[in-house]
């Protein structure tokens, strides 16, 4: 969906912008926030600051952990006077279902999956990334700044068959950064030739289902809900 077709008002900004962002909320009268997606640290390292608000923020940073980071964005929006809620209020629908939602899973295939989640939970929680890929229940590629796409095509290069796991973290905040997947990312993994997209159940946004698992479906590409 266009965000901007739909919205009554709308207006372009970079992130790094984000004293006009605020003044532009409060021209609408925006009271709440709902964050699409995160703040990404490449933000931090590769942009030079010029926006006095920003620098101010930027100040408040102990650390660029992904988490960390966006605790103190949503603290500082709050002092702001904007409340920030939840991704999953208005996205519940979207959240993966469990189980097998397309193709068959083996003991082998089990196995991966279950090493796979028990992998990226440790990379999630240690703000490293959210996917990991695996086989034969060893690492073949970890996501880490550069994100998930090129963590699959990484896999790709090293690995046929492999499995990718995507997670949330243990205690993850519902207000930013909840893990997403959709129709690009089965494309990538059937484009690397991967086995299997495993997600963690309830926790993870699948959006464009019906088309990914068509797609899916015609690849033998296994796609799974993680209970």
Known sequence: MDIASEADHSMELPIEKIGRIIRFFRDQQVKQLV????????????????????????????????????????????????????????????????GVISGKINSELAEDIKYGHRLA?????????????????????????????KAIARAGELAKGSTIVKVERSHQDQRFDIPTIGLETVELAII????????????????????????????QLVLYGIG
Do not use: N, W
């Open 121 to 149: 939970r440790l990379m999630a929680d240690e703000e490293v990334g959210q996917t990991v890929a695996v086989l034969r229940q060893s690492a073949v590629a970890i996501e880490a700044l550069e994100g998930t796409d």
């Open 35 to 98: 964050f699409a997606g995160k703040v990404h640290k490449k933000v931090v390292y590769r942009t030079i600051f010029t926006d006095l608000t920003a620098i101010r923020l930027m100040r408040r940073f102990k650390d660029h952990r992904d988490a960390s980071m966006m605790y103190v964005i949503i603290s500082f929006l709050e002092e702001e006077g904007f409340e920030v809620v939840p991704q999953s209020r208005y996205m519940e629908e979207h959240l993966a279902p469990q």
């Open 192 to 219: 690397a030739k991967c086995r299997c997209l495993a997600i963690e159940a309830d926790k993870v946004f699948f959006f464009q289902r019906e088309e990914a698992m068509k797609l899916a479906k015609k690849h």
